[in-house]
């Protein structure tokens, strides 16, 4: 991916290649050229920008847009959802879950209390007991993730 370099060092070289074969231009065909090489100019920056960088367009409902709003504070909003996503990618947690694969979880968790209960009531056992209700603490803990 190599960057390759703008034909032309600045709008005269272009203005002078353009209008070599021009006698004497007039002030709207020089604005004309200069219009050319400013778009020519900015199709180039773009692409290579592109290639550098990559850009994502993002779009918001209105509850979500206001939220953004009242919390970015004298932020723009390009800046607050910069620094989200850089706190975000900094952090050493993982906020973000799928949400079908939580309740799979969640749905196997409460089995693995069907099942124990079962057990406990063909065979007391203390270990049993103990087994239940750490299995019942962590399905509370696992209900605060997926319903905060």
């Not at 970015?72 to 952090?91: A, T």
């Not at 049993?128 to 905060?148: A, D, G, T």
């Amino acid at each position: 991916m190599s960057i390759e370099a703008f034909p032309y060092k600045s709008v005269h070289e272009y203005l002078e290649e353009e209008l070599s074969l021009v006698p004497n231009p007039s002030h709207e065909q020089i604005k004309e050229v200069k219009q050319a090489y400013w778009k020519r100019y900015y199709k180039y920056y773009r692409r290579q920008k592109r290639k550098v960088r990559k850009e994502f367009t993002l779009g918001f409902d209105r509850e979500r847009l206001q939220l953004i709003d009242t919390k970015r504070g004298e932020l723009s909003i390009s800046k607050f959802l910069y620094q989200i996503i850089d706190r975000e990618l900094e952090s050493n947690e993982n906020l973000f879950h799928n949400q079908e694969q939580l309740s799979q979880l969640d749905l196997q968790l409460m089995k693995l209390i069907s099942l124990t209960e079962e057990l406990l009531d063909n065979e007391d056992s203390e270990m049993i007991n103990q087994i239940l209700e750490r299995l019942e603490k962590l399905e509370q803990s696992f209900e605060q993730v997926i319903n905060p």
